[in-house]
């Protein structure tokens, strides 16, 4: 059995089956986990969770993106003067979505891709090619073997 084909922006599954007395019973199978995805959205969103933690550690580094400096020096990393940025992350799961957004008010301004004069990009909001990967491992799992470890 083989799984192909996993973006953030869609999940796209490719199932490949081989013996036809198999062939209902996984199916029926698929069929039956895809209708709570829940568990392994859970656990795709803690994938993307933990690498927003270490891209502030990083200052932007780790998406590939370093955020511009500032032109004052602070003893503060950047964006992380009060915490708020970096705590206001949020991972909301339903059965068929995992949302991540960030209370904090300036988190929009800051992640836009909109032109701007004064406020440089900064994103925070990211995934890496290693989340990708990690993401669809544990969704393939949980549709062929209904678990979502190894």
């Known amino acids: 059995m083989t799984i192909r084909g996993c973006t953030m922006a869609e999940t796209n599954i490719s199932i490949e089956i081989g013996g036809r007395r198999q062939v209902v019973s996984t199916l029926k199978g698929v069929s039956d986990r895809s209708k709570n995805m829940m568990t392994p959205l859970r656990k795709s969103a803690d994938v993307v969770m933990s690498s927003i933690r270490k891209n502030f550690s990083t200052a932007g580094s780790l998406f ?15 964006l992380n003067k009060t915490g708020a940025m970096k705590g206001g992350f949020l991972a909301t799961v339903t059965n068929s979505a995992a949302t991540i957004s960030n209370r904090d008010p300036k988190f929009k301004y800051h992640q836009s891709s909109a032109p701007r004069r004064r406020l440089p990009r900064r994103e925070m909001l990211g995934y890496t090619g290693e989340d990708i990967r990690q993401i669809s491992l544990i969704i393939g799992q949980y549709i062929v073997r209904g678990t979502t470890n190894g």
């Open 64 to 78: 590939q993106k370093p955020w511009q400096a500032r032109r004052m020096v602070y003893s503060w990393p950047i």
